[in-house]
């Protein structure tokens, strides 16, 4: 299995950022999969997930801000984070299914 996450990059306080993740070597359409996020020196969080029926889950933190989305023909999901924060900085890893984690894209804010 490999997940290739992309699409991080530096960006000022309320722009703009489009995560992918792409899944290769696994049935991507019959999983779970989310997003999490692991800011500098603290542990990784849920940010966003996604069943694979469709039902959609956000942090509190991220809620209004960030859309999940899944293209299962692509094997794919998606991330669109907008009006960043200083505080969405950190690595993002894509998760698909129980314990397939990508190796996590690197997302900086600054104010």
Known sequence: VQLQASGGGLVQAGESLRLTCKAIGINFKIYD?????????????SV????????INYADSVKDRFTISRDNARRTVYLQM??????????YYCEVGPNNWGRGTQVTVSS
Request: net charge negative; hydrophobic share 25%.
């Open 33 to 45: 999969v989310g997003w999490y996020h692991q800011a500098p020196g603290k542990e990784r969080e």
């Open 82 to 91: 907008n009006s960043l924060k200083p505080e969405d900085t950190g690595l």
């Open 48 to 55: 966003a997930t996604i069943t694979s029926g469709g039902t």
